[in-house]
């Protein structure tokens, strides 16, 4: 697969900022004072036992999900209640979802293009050309007229991806997009993430895949009990992991 | 010829090898006590009837007794001699498994027969067909068919004047001409050869309620030929409400479409101002239409309008906008509690009768009530509470209440002065409680929607408009098919409902035409016809519903 | 992780007009101001309203308002309830003429809406579920005439089925004179609708109660000593039909006893007419014929037979009337019947010689025995009574009195409603059935439950959770849909208010208070629902 074609590079150096972001479901504290910045072009894969709150805390990135306390920056602007700055802040980022989540009732084509066209205002042209350039991307352009339905998970996820890139965000997030996924698919999902990773992204990534990680992550972060435990080099957190916390769950994914 | 009698011979001698008359004994009266009591239950039943209808009807009974014992007789044959053909096979299986369930055939085969022939002796034999026959002294024993026909202008279009009578077959004929359109365009073959027929049909069908008010209810012509005034504001109207549409990103603005869309309410009014003028059209007062006309359109009105209303009324209830926040419902609440305690109850309570009344005089102490329960309910959220408030209260009370307070209470709450036809309000009553009904079926297909779809949504940037208009809403009503169809019906039924306040529909008229001299008291002939066409039409609708369904399944996946 | 770096500098600038924007586009204010205007638009609507309303009050209603001293004020809205009624009710449940007031007319009809919506529930209940089975019967026939059934009902207007059933059925049954008998039953169905056997219970029924109350704690107790046995000795004994036999033991042993011991009816005679206790009534009445035996009436003419009838009074709708007539009846001794409102009317047609027997509670009879002029020449004969008696339905005249009595109407409105809800719930029941997957019933049989336990503990508590909800809406529908009485004039709620509504041109007032009702109806069956739903989701947990 060629090589990706990045965005621009901004000349904001982190351009993911989080300071003491909290979010509580009722009672229960599902992020407790979660820090964390971001370099542009930095891949990040986001490790931790479920329930730890690492899929709460990227989707507060995009406001899936509401913080309510501490400052999320996204590329200069702050994730407020203010419209205009969630707006923007969706169009920077793009997610890719488990599940998939690509639209039933319209073809691969209209899955891709429907938000260019009515969100950026691009002509229908325009879409449909962009949306055929990454098709052909992740491998899939012949499947165009077909529906979700159609597909293998695999394709339906790399459809997925497609629809995120044609929107040009900056950063991707990805909530586990394999888990879903039978194992003969999963390799192809990759192989477009690692792609997208060398290509330049900014990638947050919710992910069980240690092999993903450990080849293209620039860091690790390990989240557990709504907060970050550790953070470290791939290399340095696999073989080397400082926090006792990490070595168990380590212990337990690995030897299994 | 021996060798014949051989094999059935040998046949025989497997079969009794094979049967078991402990095993049969056991499943068929012995298994279990219930099943005992049942048999000999069934036994006395069936042998009761056949006594009794042996007695009425002694051909009949025995015939159908004797095809039964041939039916035993065939199953029998089958298992002992291994003759079994596939219709006995199916016997079998089907109607002869067991003691029971012969017996029950029986039963059901006599039962059936008296019903059958008791309706065909009044409906045929003695039946009269002469619609010049009707008069109480001509009749026959039987029903009196001449009825349907000597009625049929009423039973068709009701009081409507007969010089009216080619607008109604015009209208009928209008909208056949589109089903064949739309049928024709929808064909696979033509469907990709000439795709714009599709949407020609589709436009036809969006005016065609336009065009049958004109044709049904006509046109009054108002000087001058032109009214700046009506036209202008026309005209904004159709700006602001694209605008509006704009401005939330549903559409989007190119010259082409602005111009077609500005265009058309000029070109509309000029058209509609010419109808008027030739007078083709006089205009028919709506609460002349009757009879089957009245009812078609009360259904088909009530279902275009309840439908919008409905989505609006399941969004509204599904809406998650932020609520009022305490500190502000409370305060309000509050103070307007303590004003209207000093204010409103010391003169209620001063002029009090009795204890009830004493007891009314403190409703200000209602409004902290409701302000808690809206706070926990709703969280604040109006639109939310309002949607639910309504959508409950009309749903818990009976239709025909409130198709009786729209006619009664129309003159109540409409501008002084202005009379509303019993037509306009037993249709806002009719929709409005339709309304309530679809907007539950809607917000039922909303939920069927998964999660990921909102939130894939929201993650690309759409706004709530877009949102419903391009993902939620297409998945939902695509769900949404069966039950809309089953409400269409539902509403079709109901509408029988209007007859009671008044209203004559088929079921009205057909009340007034019992009352009749000539008709006097032919009631279960005319109500029998209302049976049947409504089943017909009902049935019919819903068998249609379901190929819609499955040919639009088949497009998609 | 590395260092955090200095807190990053505020994104957007902090002048004040883009303070003030980022407050005008909070998600949060937007929000509220949309509410705000929403508030706005529903008052000003609310308001349109209420000023027409006002106005259209004044003019066209005033008389609506109007009190007692003639003056006008809305809380005088519903003086005209206490007015008197001024129409029959054909079929009222409590005791009604129309010098009652309409707030008691208005009573009866919710009672009667009460009535025939609770028994066409049950009924509904009933021939649902025989149905819904029925459409999963393995014969044929039987299936195909359910799915019929289900499909004509549901592609039909319940009106239409009301009136066919109203007019072209009942209305067409015979006269009461030649009421149809179903296998000489006293059950009469003729067009004035069904009269029925009833049971009445006695004052001695108390007692039976508390037989029967022993009877179903020996049940209980059996059960648990015969399981217990069964747990340790291992020996199997059938707990179900012991218990049984031990409850209509004990049930029949305290009939016997209630009726020996109970002495609480009794007869008032003067002491001439020689009747000393039953049995001598018959005497009484061979002397006065003037014949040997008692099947030697059947020869008499009716004028003889008129003549010689025993002349009983008993008070109205009372057991004892029954059971002293059922005895009379058994001992073929013709009687006529003086049915007095009250035990005073009773008395004075006693002591005026309309009748030669009073028959009452004895408690009733010695307080009225005490008021007459001579109580020494009359007294009080003690009759036999059981815990319950039927009361049968027979002709008197050309009439059928006794028993309990549905109208055509009644019959019409109970009838349609059950055969159109039945036809809903049909498809629910059924729904249901096959809601529980095949793979229960085998994992049942692998347990090795028996198939009375296994309907009981696995198909029906998950077919239940399917069924209950549309199950309680159904019953909400038809609890609505009483209000078509109005078709076949049936005295409901609905129908009540109409002719209210006539009789007093109140239309607003008559609105508000049926809506209300229906609304509690309404709101009864939810909180009912959401209860059940509640309790489900708990046990999924």
């Known amino acids: ?256 | 010829m021996t060798t014949l009698t051989n094999t059935i011979e040998e046949r025989r001698k497997t079969f009794f090898k094979r049967f078991n008359w402990q095993y049969f004994l056991q499943d068929n009266l012995t298994g279990s006590r219930w099943l005992t009591i049942w048999v000999a239950f069934i036994t006395l039943v069936t042998v009761g009837v056949f006594v009794g209808q042996l007695g009425s009807a002694p051909g009949w009974t025995l015939i159908l007794t004797a095809v039964w014992a041939v039916g035993i007789l065939m199953v029998v044959a089958g298992e002992l001699f291994g003759l079994h053909t596939s219709f006995s096979r199916w016997l079998k299986d089907n109607l002869l498994s067991s003691i029971s369930n012969t017996l029950v055939t029986l039963l059901i085969i006599l039962l059936v027969a008296q019903v059958v022939s008791g309706i065909w002796q009044w409906g045929y034999v003695t039946a009269t067909f002469d619609s010049t026959r009707t008069a109480p002294d001509l009749r026959s024993e039987g029903a009196t068919w001449g009825v349907l026909w000597g009625a049929r202008k009423l039973i068709l279009t009701g009081t409507l004047a007969p010089e009216h009578t080619w607008r109604v077959i015009l209208t009928g004929a209008m909208v056949f001409v589109l089903w064949l359109i739309s049928f024709i365009a929808t064909r696979p073959t033509v469907k990709t050869s000439m795709g714009y027929l599709q949407r020609i049909s589709i436009t036809l069908w969006l005016l065609a309620p336009i065009a049958s008010y004109i044709f049904l209810a006509g046109l009054e012509y108002h000087e001058p030929f032109i009214n700046i005034r009506t036209l202008l504001t026309g005209l904004v109207i159709v700006v602001a409400f694209m605008a509006l549409l704009w401005f939330f990103k549903v559409i989007k603005l190119d010259p082409v479409s602005i111009g077609l869309w500005v265009a058309a309410w000029p070109i509309g009014y000029v058209i509609w101002q010419l109808i008027a003028r030739t007078g083709i059209f006089p205009t028919i007062n709506v609460d002349e239409w009757g009879g089957l006309l009245l009812t078609v359109i009360f259904a088909i009105f009530v279902n275009i309008l309840s439908f919008p209303l409905g989505i609006l009324l399941a969004l509204g209830r599904r809406a998650d906008v932020q609520g009022i926040p305490v500190w502000i419902v409370w305060p309000i609440a509050l103070i307007a509690t303590v004003y209207l305690l000093s204010t409103s109850t010391p003169e209620l309570w001063t002029t009090s009768r009795n204890n009830v009344e004493r007891a009314l005089a403190l409703w200000p102490l209602l409004i902290p009530i409701a302000a808690y329960f809206y706070q926990r309910s709703f969280q604040g959220n109006m639109v939310q509470a309002f949607s639910v408030l309504f959508i409950e209260l009309i749903r818990g009370v009976p239709l025909i209440t409130l198709l009786f307070m729209a006619i009664v209470m129309a003159p109540f709450f409409t501008a002084s002065g202005s009379a509303i036809k019993n037509f306009w309000a037993v249709i806002v009553g009719y929709t409005i409680f339709s309304a309530a009904y679809m907007a539950e079926l809607v917000r039922g297909g909303l939920q069927a929607i998964p999660k990921g779809q909102y939130e894939a949504a929201d993650s690309l940037g759409f706004n709530v408009l877009q949102k419903y208009r391009f993902i939620i809403l297409p998945q939902a009503l695509r769900i949404l098919i069966p039950p809309l169809a089953g409400s269409v019906i539902g509403t079709f039924k109901s509408s029988s409902l209007v007859a009671l306040v008044g209203m004559f529909d088929l079921v009205g008229i057909v009340r007034g035409i019992i009352g009749n001299g000539q008709w006097l008291g032919l009631r279960s002939e005319l109500y029998a016809f209302l049976f049947v066409l409504y089943f017909v039409v009902s049935s019919g609708v819903s068998w249609y519903s379901r190929r819609l369904e499955k040919r639009m399944g088949l497009g998609t996946r | 992780m590395g260092q955090i770096s200095a807190t990053p500098s505020p994104p957007t600038s902090n002048s004040l007009i883009s303070r003030i924007a980022s407050y005008i586009f909070d998600v949060r204010f937007l929000g509220v101001l949309g509410q705000i205007a929403f508030i706005i638009v529903l008052i000003l609507g609310a308001r349109t309203l209420f000023s027409n309303f006002a106005g259209n009050a004044a003019k066209l209603g005033e008389a609506q308002f109007i009190c007692r001293d003639g003056t006008f004020s809305y809380r005088c809205a519903y003086d005209f309830m206490e007015n008197e009624a001024g129409f029959d009710i054909s079929d009222a449940p409590l005791d009604y003429t129309n010098t009652d007031s309409y707030w008691w007319a208005f009573y009866n009809g919710v009672l009667n809406t009460f009535r025939v919506g609770l028994l066409a529930v049950v009924a509904t209940t009933i021939l649902g579920t025989l149905a819904g089975i029925a459409r999963l019967s393995e014969n044929w026939l039987v299936a195909k005439i359910a799915l019929a059934y289900v499909e004509i009902i549901r592609n039909t207007p319940i009106l239409i089925q009301l009136l066919l059933i109203y007019f072209s059925i009942i209305l067409a049954l015979p006269d009461i004179k030649e009421a149809i008998q179903p296998l000489g039953l006293p059950i009469f169905l003729s067009n004035r609708g069904l009269n029925l056997p009833w049971p009445l219970f006695m004052s001695s029924a108390s007692t039976w109660i508390a037989f029967l109350i022993l009877g179903a704690i020996q049940f209980q107790v059996l059960w648990i000593l015969l399981g217990k046995r069964e747990e340790i000795t291992g020996h199997k004994s059938n707990r179900v039909v012991w218990g049984i036999v031990g409850f209509v033991l004990i049930a029949l042993v305290g009939w016997f006893v209630s009726s020996s011991v109970a002495d609480n009816e009794g007869l008032l005679v003067a002491k001439g007419s020689r009747i000393r206790d039953i049995g001598d009534i018959e005497k009484v009445m061979l002397s006065r014929a003037g014949v040997n035996h008692i099947d030697e009436f059947s020869a008499l003419s009716e004028e003889q037979l008129a003549e010689v009838a025993l002349k009983i009074c008993v008070l109205r709708d009372s057991p004892s009337e029954s059971n002293f007539t059922n005895k009379l009846r058994a001992l073929n001794i013709p009687y006529d019947v003086d049915r007095a409102g009250s035990p005073d009317r009773a008395t004075a047609d006693f002591v005026d010689g309309k009748c030669e027997v009073f028959a009452a509670p004895k408690s009733i009879l010695a307080a009225e025995l005490a008021t007459l002029e001579n109580p020494g020449s009359n007294l009080i004969v003690p009759i036999q009574e059981t815990p319950i008696v039927w009361h049968i339905p027979h002709f008197e005249g050309f009439n059928v009195l006794g028993g309990y009595t549905m109208t055509g109407e009644f019959f019409a409105l109970f009838v349609g409603l059950t055969i159109f809800y039945g036809g809903g719930l049909a498809e629910v029941v059924r729904a249901g059935i096959l809601s529980v997957s095949k793979g229960q019933t085998e994992a049942a049989r692998a347990l090795g439950l028996s198939e009375g336990q296994r309907l009981q503990l696995i198909v029906l508590p998950q077919a239940l959770r399917v069924i209950i909800p549309p199950l309680i809406s159904t019953y909400l529908s038809l609890m609505k849909d009483t209000s078509l009485g109005l078709a076949v004039a049936f005295p409901e709620m609905y129908l009540i208010s109409q002719t209210l509504l006539n009789q007093s041109g109140r239309a607003l007032q008559i609105m508000i208070i049926i809506m209300l009702v229906y609304l509690m109806i309404s709101l009864t069956f939810s909180v009912i629902l959401n209860w059940y739903n509640s309790r489900v989701v708990f046990v999924e947990r």
């Open chain 1, 1 to 256: 697969m060629a090589m990706m074609q990045g965005p621009s590079v901004s000349n904001v150096e982190d351009i993911v900022v989080c300071r003491n972001v909290h979010k509580w479901y009722g009672e229960f504290e599902a992020l407790k004072g979660v820090d964390l910045d971001v370099k542009t072009g930095e891949v990040i894969v986001i490790l931790g036992p479920s329930g730890s709150g690492k899929s709460t805390f990227i989707r507060c990135l995009n406001r899936l999900e509401e913080h309510q306390e501490g400052r999320i920056i996204i590329d200069g602007i702050e994730l407020t209640h203010d419209l205009r700055n969630i707006n923007e802040i969706r169009r920077e980022v793009g997610m890719v979802f488990q599940q998939f989540n690509l639209f039933p009732h319209l073809t691969v084509m209209e899955n891709i293009t429907l938000a260019p066209i009515h969100v950026r205002k691009w002509s229908r042209e325009r879409a449909e050309e962009l949306a055929m350039q990454w098709l052909t991307r992740v491998g899939i352009p012949e499947q165009a007229e077909k529906y979700p339905g159609q597909l293998s998970g695999g394709q339906q996820q790399r459809v997925a991806i497609a629809r995120t890139l044609t929107m040009q965000p900056r950063i991707l997030l990805f909530d586990e997009p394999t888990s879903a996924l039978d194992p003969e698919m999963i390799k192809e999902v990759l192989d477009v993430m690692r792609d997208l990773a060398r290509g330049g992204y900014t990638i947050l990534a919710v992910t069980h895949e240690m092999g993903f990680a450990r080849e293209v992550a620039d860091r690790v972060i390990f989240f557990d009990a709504g907060q970050i435990v550790e953070t470290n080099h791939p290399s340095e957190f696999f073989t080397n992991p400082k926090e006792e916390r990490t070595k168990l769950f380590l212990n337990q994914i690995l030897h299994h």
